[in-house]
């Protein structure tokens, strides 16, 4: 299978990680198709943790490509802090590759974002207000600075000062703090030199690497849930972080793509405004919250919890023709009495069959409940799947049968190597 996509099958922070880096020994390239620094992707490598928001996270072996795609937005001065932390850290970041299609982000797309979100009044998105939204829409609009730009430093500089100087006025008019032109111009122009070494036509680059049959894995940032098009909107990312979205941010065709991963927690969480279906805000929440540490990478944020929704799932396999399921943080139920899984779905007294569309319906939805007997036994330790209490297989062959594919990889700990391959019986 020579394209392999991995997707968030919830709303972010599934583990995709954690998948990506296991699945990582197998692919020569990894490669971002979507999204900005607004992301998080943690890794744990002998104790040691890497926190990434750009770069892809097969970047911690040697023998994989890293690669920045077209549908990303590049925010440079993380990009480069986090090139400096791995290098720190004897990771080399030499054969990373950058998109010379891929748009950059700049101080007064950060500017607007604070703005909208401050107008929204009691309405917020919940935005990461890192600018992801305002760069996505001066890509729309046509009006965006690419990263191949830096190449050419006269014509980079000039488009920066002339962009900066609209967007002055735009921020000047809307109450903000107007930006400095000159020290911009400087400061990005710096940026970009560093940026050239690492650009690349990643397209040719990617459909060469499959023509000389090598294997190639998609990495998708946020998740499903967060879709522009098919997550809960308003309350979304600017970006497709399905499986659609992995061809057109990669520049990889539909047909190319042969195994589609999705990755669920063994419960669901949240970060930020929108609908909930399974929010829990009893001591079960609580217990979720603090045994799965469930705090953004990037923002730091206390995320939402509720218990594993299916309907959810089933969707999502859906949309993204998902081939397989990654089930992460299995082990986080370890300490409970019971669990609960989301089987289906009801409105007003009565059973809804399909995901509802519209984000006011979800807010009305009550879940419908499995509950299935806890474990009380710590997995962490488990690599085989016979070692599972018998409560843990139920609750996998649960999943499995509600979502309709199977369970490939069972997360049952933060540890890099904290997970085994599950074999349906």
């Known amino acids: 299978m020579p394209v392999t996509v991995v997707i968030g099958a919830q709303w972010g922070d599934e583990g995709k990680a954690k998948v990506i880096d296991l699945l990582s020994k197998e692919h020569a390239y990894v490669v971002r198709y979507q999204g900005g620094h607004n992301a998080g992707h943690t890794v744990v490598v002998d104790g040691e943790k890497y926190?990434?928001?750009?770069?892809?996270?097969?970047?911690?072996?040697r023998h994989v490509t890293p690669v920045i795609g077209n549908g990303v937005v590049v925010d440079m001065p993380?990009?480069?802090?986090?090139?400096?932390?791995?290098?720190?850290?004897?990771?080399?970041?030499?054969?990373?590759?950058?998109?010379?299609?891929?748009?950059?982000?700049?101080?007064?797309?950060?500017?607007?974002?604070?703005?909208?979100?401050?107008?929204?009044?009691?309405?917020?998105?919940?935005?990461?207000?890192?600018?992801?939204?305002?760069?996505?829409?001066?890509?729309?609009?046509?009006v965006g600075i690419r990263a191949g730009d830096a190449r050419d430093p006269e014509r980079f500089a000039r488009l920066i000062r002339e962009r900066a100087?609209?967007?002055?006025?735009?921020?000047?008019?809307?109450?903000?703090?107007?930006l400095d032109v000159e020290e911009m111009v400087e400061l990005y122009s710096t940026y970009g030199a560093r940026l050239v070494p690492y650009l690349s036509d990643t397209i040719s680059l990617l459909h060469n690497a499959l023509a000389d049959d090598a294997h190639i894995l998609l990495e998708g940032a946020q998740a499903t849930f967060l879709d522009l098009d098919h997550g809960t909107y308003p309350y979304v990312t600017s970006s497709n972080p399905t499986a659609g979205g992995a061809s057109v941010g990669s520049g990889l065709g539909p047909r190319d793509l042969s195994r589609i991963v999705g990755i669920t927690k063994a419960y669901t969480t949240r970060v930020g405004a929108g609908p909930f279906v399974t929010e829990l805000f009893d001591d079960d929440g609580k217990m979720l919250a603090e045994v799965g540490h469930e705090f953004g990478t990037v923002t730091g944020r206390a995320r939402r919890c509720g218990w594993l929704d299916c309907v959810m799932l089933r969707h999502a396999v859906r949309l993204n023709s998902l081939?397989?399921?990654?089930?992460t943080k299995?082990?986080?139920?370890?300490?409970?009495?019971?669990?609960?899984?989301?089987?289906?779905?009801?409105?007003?007294?009565?059973?809804?069959?399909?995901?509802?569309?519209?984000?006011?319906v979800l807010e009305r939805i009550e879940p419908v409940y499995e509950e299935l007997p806890g474990w009380k036994t710590p997995i962490n330790?488990?690599?085989?799947?016979?070692?599972?209490?018998?409560?843990?297989?139920?609750?996998?062959?649960?999943?499995?049968?509600?979502?309709?594919?199977?369970v490939n990889v069972v997360g049952v700990g933060a540890e890099r190597d904290d997970y085994l391959i599950w074999e349906t019986t």
Not at 51 to 59: D, E, F, H, N
Not at 105 to 132: C, N, V, Y
Not at 334 to 353: A, M, Q, S, W
């Open 51 to 61: 926190a990434l928001q750009l770069v892809p996270s097969g970047i911690l072996y």
């Open 78 to 142: 993380t990009l480069f802090n986090e090139v400096d932390m791995l290098e720190s850290r004897g990771n080399s970041c030499a054969d990373l590759k950058v998109s010379t299609r891929a748009h950059l982000i700049f101080p007064w797309h950060q500017s607007h974002d604070a703005i909208s979100e401050a107008m929204r009044g009691d309405d917020k998105l919940g935005t990461t207000l890192r600018g992801i939204g305002p760069a996505y829409a001066d890509k729309m609009r046509r």
């Open 165 to 178: 100087t609209v967007e002055n006025k735009l921020i000047s008019e809307a109450g903000g703090d107007e």
């Open 323 to 327: 081939t397989e399921l990654s089930l």
């Open 330 to 360: 299995l082990d986080i139920l370890d300490g409970f009495d019971t669990v609960k899984i989301c089987t289906g779905y009801t409105l007003n007294g009565e059973p809804v069959i399909d995901y509802p569309d519209q984000y006011d």
């Open 381 to 406: 330790e488990m690599r085989e799947p016979g070692d599972l209490p018998a409560e843990a297989k139920a609750f996998i062959a649960v999943v499995e049968r509600e979502v309709g594919i199977r």
